[in-house]
């Protein structure tokens, strides 16, 4: 096995090492409901929703960052034609799934 070939085999073996690794955050603050959303800040800086009537966790988990699937909280929706668009956050990038218009936009999507 050359340099190269060993190189990418100790960077592959990190990467599934990372892969199972999740961050938690804890709830710094229920920043009160607007409308039907609840927003919710945890200390790794975000503000995340979740339904009018439902409370904040106490704490989240989420991948770590650039290593598995993350977690998207909803951040909005928007029609397009006969679907509807919802759009959430993931680790402060944008990510979007396409539903049917009758539908309720999940708060919580993996991607």
Request: aromatic share 10%.
């Amino acid at each position: 096995m050359n340099n190269g070939t060993r190189a990418a085999v100790i960077f592959l073996g990190l990467m599934a090492s990372f892969h199972a690794h999740a961050w938690s955050y804890n709830l710094v603050q229920d920043m009160g409901v607007q409308g039907t959303v609840r927003y919710c800040k945890y200390n790794n800086g975000e503000i995340y929703t979740t339904n009018a009537t439902d409370i904040c966790k106490i704490s989240i988990s989420d991948s770590s960052p650039g290593f598995g699937k993350g977690q998207g909280f909803l951040k909005g929706e928007y029609a397009d034609g006969m679907n509807k668009v919802c759009v959430y956050d993931v680790l402060g990038e944008q990510k979007a799934i396409r539903i049917s218009s009758v539908s309720i936009c999940p708060l919580n999507a993996d991607f």
